[in-house]
């Protein structure tokens, strides 16, 4: 059995600094030695991202696959004798990691390992909000955005966004708000941990507003001005949950939502993703390019 004494002197020896973030330091050291841990792992083999620019998407989905199918797997065989002490919990691609929840004396031999890079905590992201903390209602007329990118210029041109699809990650969508309707493209998940539903909805708004925002009214066609909030109108949406009611979530169910996104890009010509949120995870982020 570690002692709090024994944990602390490995987790300042040479072998593991800096592999470790100090929000998972801190919970190391005050988690009692059976408390299971939520982190992490990221692998240290990395994509050939610059190498592959030219492939095309299927080609780099499947060499990034591998790499990390190959990568994690020994972890994960060595996992596979731990199971009183150590569960895995989700598997990426999207980024070469695995998020476990194990035993402090469990990540600390991981940390230890050659093949791991660093290991974070399972941390939480928040929206990207107003400076006031609120969410703008699409309700309004803010067409201002539209005039102040000339989108309305794009429109006449014949520039609408059409046959384009964009995913987003965040508090849902409402895709019954008038503004959106019909612009569902039939792909929708829901992190783990939050209310199941096989249709996308919000029970924040954060997500409604920024779809909206992106592809929300018909443009120049004949719905009312003020409900022209989107700048790409002509566009349809796929889009992950993982925000809760509160506008947060967890590294893990980020990462699920950026997960979903990739694996759909496989079948599904997704341009872009819209990700409003941050916090404290600079390098837990999508890798498909």
């Not at 230890?112 to 928040?126: F, K, L, P, T, Y």
């Not at 708000?177 to 909805?201: E, F, I, R």
């Not at 022209?228 to 947060?248: H, I, M």
Request: with cysteine; charged share 20%; aromatic share 8%.
């Amino acid at each position: 059995m570690w002692s709090v004494l024994s944990l602390v002197a490995v987790l300042v020896s040479p072998q593991i600094q800096g592999k470790l973030t100090d929000e998972l330091t801190q919970q190391l050291t005050k988690s009692p030695p059976d408390q299971k841990v939520s982190c992490v792992v990221i692998m240290k083999e990395t994509y050939p991202y610059a190498e592959m620019e030219s492939y095309p998407i299927k080609e780099r989905i499947r060499t990034y696959q591998r790499i990390a199918q190959q990568s994690q797997r020994t972890l994960i065989e060595w996992l596979s004798t731990r199971v009183q002490d150590a569960q895995i919990k989700d598997q990426f691609w999207v980024m070469n990691c695995i998020v476990l929840e194990a035993k402090p004396s469990i990540i600390i031999e991981i940390a230890q390992r050659e093949d791991v890079a660093w290991i974070s905590h399972n941390g939480e992201v928040h929206i990207i909000a107003q400076p006031d903390n609120t969410v703008i209602s699409m309700d309004r007329a803010y067409i201002w955005n539209i005039r102040r990118i000339m989108a309305d210029s794009c429109w006449a041109a014949g520039f609408t966004g059409q046959n384009i699809i964009i995913g987003e990650t965040d508090t849902g969508v409402d895709y019954t708000h008038p503004v959106l309707q019909g612009k569902w493209a039939g792909y929708w998940k829901v992190a783990d941990g939050l209310p199941p539903s096989t249709t996308p909805y919000d029970d924040h708004g954060h997500g409604t507003h920024c779809m909206g925002t992106i592809l929300g009214g018909d443009g120049p066609g004949s719905m009312p001005d003020s409900m022209d909030v989107g700048v790409a109108p002509g566009a349809k949406f796929v889009a992950a949950k993982v925000l809760n009611s509160g506008g947060s979530g967890s590294y893990d169910q980020c990462l699920q939502g950026l997960q979903y996104m990739a694996d759909l890009k496989d079948s599904v010509d997704i341009r872009a993703v819209s990700n409003s949120w941050g916090g404290q995870m600079a390098q837990i982020h999508s890798s498909i390019r």
